[in-house]
């Protein structure tokens, strides 16, 4: 039997523990993790393409330089 996936089948959910430790890395990003947020959205309507996502990709890294400033002040 042929088990095909039609494109618009769901993607199968991830093991819970792993939703649950993403959840935590992005609330340890406070203040960026919209910006997280943005940019996996950004790669899951792009199939991934990191090119079609350096805005997001450059914001997140500026959120975090400047969280790291702030730690050192």
């Given amino acids: 039997m ?3 996936q039609t494109p618009l ?4 959910p991830r093991h819970q523990d792993d939703a649950d430790q ?3 890395n992005v609330k340890q ?3 960026c993790s919209s910006l997280y947020l943005s940019l996996q959205d950004c790669l899951i309507n792009n199939d991934r393409n990191w ?4 805005k997001e990709v ?3 890294k500026a959120c975090n330089e400047r969280r ?6």
């Fill in 68 to 73: 790291q400033k702030d730690k050192k002040s």
């Fill in 58 to 60: 450059q914001a997140l």
């Fill in 51 to 54: 090119k079609s996502c350096q």
């Fill in 9 to 12: 089948a769901p993607p199968t």
């Fill in 2 to 4: 042929d088990h095909q």
């Fill in 29 to 31: 990003l406070n203040e």
């Fill in 22 to 24: 993403e959840d935590e």
